[in-house]
């Protein structure tokens, strides 16, 4: 991450506390994708529906070859994604245990 030379880690904290609760505001997947196309460049937004794509594909059991065949993403992400789906903060499990039940 980018080091901010004016901004302190409680000011950083601060703000991406903020952008959280913003993303929480947005009602319909459309209000949101508005906002993320508002908010990201299209490589930034491409990069994480790729890594969205990759979770899908990783809950349906399928190998990380195929997935790179099916996705284009690198076998680093996919092995990247994996990781923090079985061992990161919980995230994507949460979003995919919502979505898909």
Known sequence: MKQHL???A??????ERSLFAAV?????????RAFF????????LEAMA?????VECLQRGL?????HRLTG?????IGRVARYLSEGNGGYATAVQRMYG
């Open 6 to 8: 004016n901004v302190t």
């Open 10 to 15: 409680r000011q950083e904290a601060r703000h």
């Open 24 to 32: 929480l505001t947005l009602r319909t997947s459309e209000e949101a």
């Open 37 to 44: 196309r508002d908010l990201c460049t299209p490589a930034e």
């Open 50 to 54: 790729d890594r969205w794509a990759v």
């Open 63 to 67: 190998p990380y070859r195929e997935i």
């Open 73 to 77: 993403v690198s076998l680093t992400t």
